[in-house]
């Protein structure tokens, strides 16, 4: 990569943001808890580009900021280096290509999170300005999410805009 690397200290508060995000999304889930508590103490190394990120399993099943000296358990290194690809799998909802090294059973627990915990966006926006105003934002952002990706679907050569995925934003009924 070239040009000007961001400054350490918010390379550092980025990581941290964005444990305490993944954290708050884990907590949702009891079994991603349960699963993840299995693997107490065990080191993932996230890298893309020039970027890596290195978490640790707590006790309680969530992650931590690992420290700098630990050693990782497992390596996943993201191979798309283009930012603008990048997002444009995630807009159709392709999971990026990753190189996947280290210990067998806990890469299968991150898939396993990977597969099936999902931010259930409308319920925490429920929290803060009510449960019908969060069903019309979503509902809004879900369309225009589908808009987006069917968008983008058409112009990638052979790609379809797949459904929303289970969890996904969605135009959903009241109950």
């Known amino acids: 990569m070239s040009g000007p690397l961001p400054p350490a200290w918010l390379v550092h508060e980025v990581q941290h943001r964005t444990v305490l995000f993944l954290n708050h999304v884990l907590m949702q889930e009891r079994e991603a808890m349960d699963r993840l508590a299995r693997q107490r103490g065990r080191v993932a190394r996230v890298q893309w580009r020039i970027f890596s990120m290195a ?7 969530l992650f931590d900021l690992a420290p700098a000296e630990a050693v990782a358990d497992l390596r996943l ?3 798309e280096t283009s930012p603008l690809s990048l997002a ?3 807009l159709r909802g392709d999971k990026p290509t990753i190189r996947i090294e280290g ?3 806990f890469a299968a627990e991150i898939n396993w999170l990977v597969d099936h915990v999902r931010w259930d966006v409308e319920e925490d ?3 803060v300005i009510g449960d019908a105003p969060a069903r019309a934002v979503a509902s809004v952002v879900g369309r225009a999410v589908q808009a987006l990706r069917s968008f983008v679907g058409a112009r990638v050569p052979g790609g379809q805009a797949p459904a929303p995925a289970a969890g996904e ?3 959903r009924s009241p109950p």
Do not use: F, I, K
């Open 88 to 90: 444009g799998s995630a």
């Open 169 to 171: 934003l969605s135009d």
């Open 103 to 105: 210990d067998v059973q």
């Open 77 to 79: 290194e993201v191979s």
């Open 55 to 61: 978490l640790q399993v707590t006790p309680a099943g």
């Open 125 to 127: 926006m429920a929290r």
